[in-house]
């Protein structure tokens, strides 16, 4: 297989003394920079804008709540002494339950301090975790909140 022509030994003399005097003309050109006090290699720091204190939110963004069917809450903060029944019978107020348990742990069999509560409609379920989160039951205060998914 034949290749082009390169030039030759003259044309690569050439592109390599072309080649050193672009170097040399950057040295020549950074060392002027750092002698002014500017490092070359050194990128300038971004100006980033100010930012005020009272500017700043910090929060979790809500999830939106688009389902219209059973929604889940996380209830914690229980007694040990607090049953299914008794927790369904305290989130009974707020609408129709499908399902409320409390976790027992698996030697004791007592509660673990936790249950969840669901509810056939979504807008119930709100209404609960507004009054009940804070709120107190069997001499606890309760924290109330939408369930993660499993």
């Not at 002027?32 to 006090?37: D, I, S």
């Amino acid at each position: 297989m034949k290749q082009g022509y390169s030039g030759g030994k003259r044309q690569r003399e050439a592109d390599r003394d072309r080649k050193k005097m672009d170097k040399a003309e950057r040295l020549r050109k950074n060392r002027a920079l750092r002698a002014q006090g500017h490092d070359p290699d050194i990128a300038a720091p971004e100006v980033l804008p100010e930012v005020k204190l009272e500017d700043v939110v910090i929060g979790v963004p809500s999830r939106p709540r688009t389902r219209s069917g059973p929604t889940r809450l996380f209830v914690g903060g229980l007694s040990w002494n607090t049953t299914s029944e008794g927790l369904r019978a305290a989130f009974s107020r707020f609408g129709a339950i499908v399902e409320a348990s409390v976790i027992p742990d698996r030697d004791t069999g007592r509660s673990r301090g936790f249950g969840f509560v669901t509810f056939e409609n979504p807008r119930d379920a709100d209404a609960a975790i507004q009054e009940m989160s804070g709120g107190e039951l069997d001499g606890r205060t309760l924290k109330v909140n939408h369930a993660d998914p499993r």
